[in-house]
């Protein structure tokens, strides 16, 4: 009776040992997981986040105007880039857009009237001559070094100014031109 007894206790012992065993079982399973990234930039301006910046008017009121030119409030551009980058800058044509009464239009090139001066980079990246802080430099139909070596990051930003000094000789009337900014991962 004894040994049944024994028996009897080790068989309810394995059956314990066997239910916690069974309660305490795990199984697990694994994957990896691979990040595909690419490179990438894009430039916007800080006053309404997209590619194209607002309208710039440079107002001549005065003798004083035409005679100093006129500069226009400080543009900025923000950068986010994945690698190094450099600015460049250029007008989309040689001449300016004439809308006015005049005929037949008179013909504005940009050289020499329409400059542009950096007046902060916080974008890592060294200014390039001829474009300064100090100075206004005429831009012109091709593309044209601004910034080198700037820094990958999400918010590498630069601010600019124009002016305009289109002198006596041209009528009134409203002259346009488009200046574009190329950022390129170097």
Same mark, same amino acid.
């Given at each position: 009776?004894?040994?049944?007894?024994?028996?009897?206790?080790?068989?309810?012992?394995?059956?314990?040992?066997?239910?916690?065993?069974?309660?305490?079982?795990?199984?697990? &399973?694994?994957?990896?997981?691979?990040?595909?990234? @690419?490179?990438?930039?894009?430039?916007?301006?800080?006053?309404?986040?997209? &590619?194209?910046?607002?309208?710039?008017?440079?107002?001549?009121?005065? $003798?004083?105007?035409?005679?100093?030119?006129?500069? @226009?409030?400080?543009?900025?551009?923000?950068?986010?880039?994945?690698?190094?980058?450099?600015?460049?800058?250029?007008?989309?044509?040689?001449?300016?857009?004439?809308?006015?009464?005049?005929?037949?239009?008179?013909?504005?090139? $940009? @050289?020499?009237?329409?400059?542009?001066?950096?007046?902060?980079?916080?974008?890592?990246?060294?200014?390039?001559?001829?474009?300064?802080?100090?100075?206004?430099?005429?831009?012109?139909?091709?593309?044209?070094? $601004?910034?080198?070596?700037?820094?990958?990051?999400?918010?590498?930003?630069?601010?600019?100014?124009?002016?305009?000094?289109?002198?006596?000789?041209?009528? &009134?009337?409203?002259?346009?031109?488009?200046? $574009?900014?190329?950022?390129?991962?170097?």
């Amino acid at each position: 009776m004894k040994k049944l007894l024994t028996i009897a206790a080790l068989s309810l012992s394995a059956l314990s040992v066997s239910a916690q065993n069974q309660a305490n079982m795990d199984a697990a &399973a694994s994957q990896t997981v691979n990040l595909l990234l @690419s490179n990438a930039i894009d430039i916007t301006f800080t006053s309404n986040g997209s &590619a194209t910046g607002p309208v710039v008017n440079l107002q001549f009121n005065t $003798v004083n105007d035409y005679a100093n030119g006129v500069e @226009s409030a400080q543009q900025e551009l923000k950068v986010r880039s994945t690698k190094k980058f450099k600015i460049e800058v250029k007008t989309n044509t040689t001449n300016f857009t004439y809308s006015g009464t005049t005929t037949p239009a008179p013909t504005m090139p $940009v @050289s020499g009237v329409l400059g542009m001066k950096v007046t902060s980079n916080s974008t890592g990246g060294t200014l390039s001559g001829p474009y300064t802080t100090t100075s206004f430099y005429s831009l012109r139909e091709f593309n044209q070094l $601004v910034l080198l070596d700037c820094n990958p990051g999400s918010n590498q930003a630069f601010s600019f100014m124009y002016k305009a000094t289109p002198g006596f000789v041209y009528p &009134a009337g409203a002259y346009a031109i488009d200046v $574009v900014y190329t950022a390129t991962q170097i």
